[in-house]
């Protein structure tokens, strides 16, 4: 009965989506997916037919069933496989024994690493940056993106419906039945589309920036961006989207500070809110996250802009908290760059947790303001005001010298 339900969408003259929707998914490893995601796979309709992209294993029949209503899926001629991560792939080798295709193509390094992840029932078809494939009546030209994400990535081009299947690129985790960014709001869109950027795509900014240097350069018409996540781009979102791109692959700070901290009886949490209440007096935007309220992706979010990182932790067996541990071996990943960063801490008997965030905050080659602030116990004494003070200080270098030389301005 389902199967009859899982119906494609027609979204150009020759291109169908094909893809799965997943409502359910929540943590793409370690970035909260709250609204879902869909895995896209797109069917395109020429003389010989080429489905670009699977989808992930558990949603294979719901592809296979939106195919089917288009054509038997053992008529489909070529598949192409632009990413070799299983929530694109996961299916490829049950599709290509369903359907026994005569061309898998993917790019060099694609071919390898599909053959280390899968079994596959049959040969792979390896295609250079630049190498286009015939489908008789149209053309699929292939661009290698390696590390955006993953050193197999790469984008399709579809010359006559000017259509670029764009891979994980211009994606975003959201479940939708809406298949167009115009029949969704635009304010969740921006939000979860920063998200994805920020959570994913955040240490390849500076090969995103080339690589839309190279396709505004390549001038190839673009009628439709069509990602494996979430929503097609088309009309003025293109433009949009791009735009956005732009911005935030060149990372630019703002007077925005993020106080990520961790906290045991509440005294870390009062040197936060002192560094909070100090930088909003300063003039600076401030993001007070507790690691108990908020979640590493939402810090990420945050960090996309912020031009400061003010990390603190209680000591717990002479190290800081795993929550904050967490959070750090997160960020540390995903590599912000240009951020001033400032430690503290309330510690018991033996302190440890500030200098090992420090360590961390020089990992990410934060510029660190001053000596991390530790106290032990309870912040007695003038700890809160020289909190207070510390974000005073930190919000005038943000707002004034710092953040416009870190940032070219
Ligand atoms: Fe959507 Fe990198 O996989």
């Known amino acids: 009965m389902m199967d009859r339900c899982f119906m494609p969408v027609q979204i150009s003259k020759h291109v169908y989506w094909v893809g799965a929707i997943d409502t359910n998914i929540r943590d793409f490893h370690g970035y909260e997916t ?69 061309k898998v193509f993917a790019s ?158 509440g005294n870390t949490e009062l040197m936060a809110r002192a560094l909070a209440e100090g930088m909003a007096a300063g003039g600076a935007k401030v993001k007070l996250m507790s690691t108990d309220a908020f979640h590493r992706s939402d810090v990420m979010y945050e960090l996309l802009d912020a031009g400061a990182l003010l990390v603190g932790s209680s000591t717990l067996n002479n190290h800081l908290l795993p929550s904050v541990a967490d959070v750090l071996t997160y960020i540390k990943g995903l590599r912000p760059k240009d951020l001033l960063a400032q430690s503290f801490g309330s510690y018991g008997w033996s302190g440890e947790a500030v200098g090992q965030i420090e360590e961390y905050l020089k990992a990410m080659k934060a510029e660190l303001a001053g000596e991390g602030i530790k106290v032990k116990n309870r912040p007695g004494g003038t700890v809160l005001e020289d909190c207070y003070k510390r974000g005073l200080s930190l919000a005038e270098i943000l707002r004034e010298g710092s953040a416009a030389v870190r940032t070219g301005d």
Request: aromatic share 10%.
């Open 108 to 265: 060099r390094t694609g071919v390898r690493v599909l053959r280390e992840l899968f079994d596959l029932p049959g040969e792979l078809t390896p295609v250079n940056d630049g190498d286009k494939v015939n489908l008789g009546d149209m053309n699929l030209t292939f661009l290698e993106t390696r590390m955006l994400h993953w050193p197999d990535s790469m984008i399709t081009y579809l010359n006559e419906d000017e259509l670029l299947f764009s891979q994980d690129g211009f994606g975003m985790h959201l479940a939708t039945f809406e298949r167009f960014y115009d029949q969704l709001d635009p304010a969740i869109l921006e939000y979860e589309a920063a998200t994805y950027f920020a959570n994913i795509l955040m240490p390849y900014s500076g090969l995103i920036t080339k690589l839309i240097e190279r396709v505004v350069k390549m001038g190839i018409p673009l009628k439709m961006i069509a990602p494996d996540h979430g929503p097609i781009w088309r009309g003025e979102g293109i433009g949009r989207i791009i735009d956005l791109y732009q911005k935030w692959a060149r990372r630019k700070t703002t007077s925005k500070g993020v106080i990520v901290y961790g906290t045991m009886w």
């Open 34 to 102: 709250r609204r879902g995601t869909t895995y896209n796979a797109y069917l395109i309709m020429g003389k010989k037919v080429a489905l670009i992209d699977t989808v992930k294993a558990p949603f294979k029949e719901e592809m296979i069933s939106r195919i089917s209503k288009i054509l038997p899926p053992g008529e489909i001629d070529y598949i192409v496989s632009n990413h070799a991560e299983r929530d694109h792939s996961g299916s490829l080798a049950a599709v290509m024994e369903e359907i026994k295709p005569q």
